[in-house]
């Protein structure tokens, strides 16, 4: 059994700072765009919203989540997009307030699960410690979204050796969004955290090797950079042409970031 008091803690924290780029913001500024197409930062506060209000909903009534699931049509994207809609309406206090409300209660229902049990989710039922580090991934991702549109760079921490160890362990993904055959070989990761500490994840003798900066590899899997632009290395033909696919979520790509788009 896994213990989720400490990614419970880091979740926490990595949502406080993501309400701390916004708290301040005008009604004008909630309409800022973002570097995802057609997205401002009301879409990717309100997109945040209600993944922690349907992760709340699992862990404390897994029965009303798969009634929900069970409900939606057209995929996830469209489900994503519908219920967008019961959010970016909402004057900016709305929302805000919204946010904080659904984000509390999802991370506090995540909380109260025992660390041996399974709670469902969008595919497959997930441990509770597995779905705090997925929501670790949608804070980082759109997170970075919302400080590229308001011109901050955010200060990047440890914690966020969650989303490291998550996209590690769904490292296939990129492969089943473009229909191609995961490779059955086993990649070695080797990454610094902000801190200077090394994290290592796979076969040390793995001739696959993925190393380089942490944060740099989460701006990757998140595809909120080109690998082109960042500090992240592979040695081995699998593991470069991982480097054009990594993403660390279910469905589509979307289009990602171009070759310098961003300076850092």
């Known amino acids: 059994m896994t213990d989720t008091t400490g990614v419970i803690a880091d979740l926490t924290a990595e949502a406080a700072e993501v309400d701390a780029l916004v708290a301040g913001l005008t009604e004008a500024e909630w309409d800022t765009p973002t570097p995802a197409p057609g997205w401002s930062v009301r879409h990717q506060i309100g997109h945040l919203a209600f993944i922690f209000r349907i992760a709340g ?28 809609q019961e959010y970016i309406h909402d004057p900016a206090e709305v929302l805000l307030t919204r946010w904080r409300a659904e984000r509390d209660a999802g991370i506090k229902a995540l909380a109260a699960v025992p660390g041996d049990r399974l709670v469902p989710w969008l595919v497959n039922p997930l441990p509770p410690y597995v779905l705090a580090c997925a929501g670790m991934m949608e804070l980082f991702g759109h997170g970075q979204d919302v400080a590229d549109a308001l011109g901050v760079r955010p200060v990047r921490t440890d914690r966020i050796k969650h989303l490291c160890g998550f996209a590690v362990r769904v490292r296939d993904f990129g492969y089943e969004a473009r229909g191609l055959e995961p490779p059955a070989e086993e990649f070695r990761y080797e990454l610094t955290g902000p801190s200077g500490a090394v994290w290592t994840f796979g076969p040390a003798d793995a001739t696959q090797r993925v190393t380089g900066s942490a ?42 970031r171009q070759p310098g788009q961003f300076t850092r």
């Open 57 to 84: 909903l699992s862990a404390a009534q897994p029965e009303a989540f798969e009634q929900l699931t069970a409900s939606l049509t057209g995929g996830l994207d469209v489900a994503v997009e519908a219920a967008l």
């Open 215 to 256: 944060e740099d590899f989460c701006l990757l899997v998140t595809r909120r950079r080109h690998h082109a632009d960042l500090d992240v290395r592979a040695e081995g033909a699998l593991a470069e042409a991982w480097l054009d696919v990594a993403q660390a979520y279910r469905g589509p790509a979307g289009e990602g």
